[in-house]
């Protein structure tokens, strides 16, 4: 996801708050050690985020993704500077966006509902990465993988894993807003009577706005962190109960 033009609005107080975040992160070195395991997770967690867009958009009938070397899982290709800085250091952002060229699209259904596939395809990518790695945390846990690891690698690995399910159901939760231009906007859109489609397409002006609003007064996050944190707790324990733990 991005901003266009009215990213320039959020240079200064993100700069503002990773000043202050890095500030914290040197005076405490568990937390930097978190913030360090946390980078292969965004990786992870916006490649196949954005991978997921293109394959949608490609089985949908649009190459266009495919044409500009999108459908790939290397992260170079998919990183946004502004996005990945957000996910790194406040658990939720966006990659570099994926091209559509919607009148491509498959016509055998509505370019609504196919704008709202491509869109849900990159949070449900997210929330699928969530799962495959928490099942991965609960097999180790179950068949005490480490048992013979010393106490680093074992603090490292399950930092490493826990980290890469909670930003990808942060990435997930975070691009499902229905504000634009986020996916949760395309995908409400396709839900929409056209009237009031048309309408919010009209306004779109002012739901910026009301994004930027309430992302540097906090509201985001409250919203946010909660909603992580519940989806957290009920992946974990449907993966421990799926294999008896």
């Known amino acids: 996801m991005f901003f266009g033009n009215n990213r320039k609005i959020f240079y200064i107080f993100i700069a503002v708050f990773v000043g202050i975040t890095l500030i914290n992160y040197m005076s405490n070195i568990n937390a930097l050690k978190g913030l360090l395991l946390s980078l292969p997770g965004v990786l992870i967690a916006i490649t196949f985020h954005e991978y997921a ?3 949608a958009a490609y089985k949908l009938g649009d190459e266009t993704a495919k044409s500009q070397g999108r459908m790939t899982l290397n992260p170079l290709d998919h990183m946004d500077p502004l996005g990945m800085i957000l996910l790194v250091f406040f658990g939720f952002g966006w990659g570099k ?4 060229n919607y009148r491509n699209l498959n016509r055998n259904i509505s370019a609504k509902k196919a704008e709202a596939i491509i869109a849900f395809a990159g949070p449900f990518a997210n929330f699928i990465l969530a799962i495959i790695f928490a099942c991965i945390t609960t097999i180790l846990v179950k ?3 480490l048992a ?3 106490y680093n690698a074992i603090e490292a690995i399950f930092g490493f894993l826990q980290s890469t399910v909670l930003v990808n159901i942060g990435l997930g939760v975070f691009n499902l807003i229905p504000l634009p231009p986020l996916d949760g906007s395309k995908v409400l859109s396709a839900f929409l009577p ?5 309408w919010f397409k009209n306004n779109e002006y002012y739901a910026y706005i009301l994004f930027i609003i309430i992302w540097i007064t906090g509201i985001a996050g409250a919203i946010i ?3 992580i944190s519940g989806i957290y707790s009920l992946i974990m324990k449907l993966v421990f109960k799926i294999f008896g733990i």
């Open 53 to 55: 867009h293109a394959f």
């Open 97 to 100: 966006p994926v091209q559509v």
């Open 143 to 145: 068949f005490n993988v």
């Open 148 to 150: 013979n690891a010393n």
């Open 194 to 198: 056209n009237k009031v489609d048309m």
């Open 225 to 227: 962190s909660p909603a």
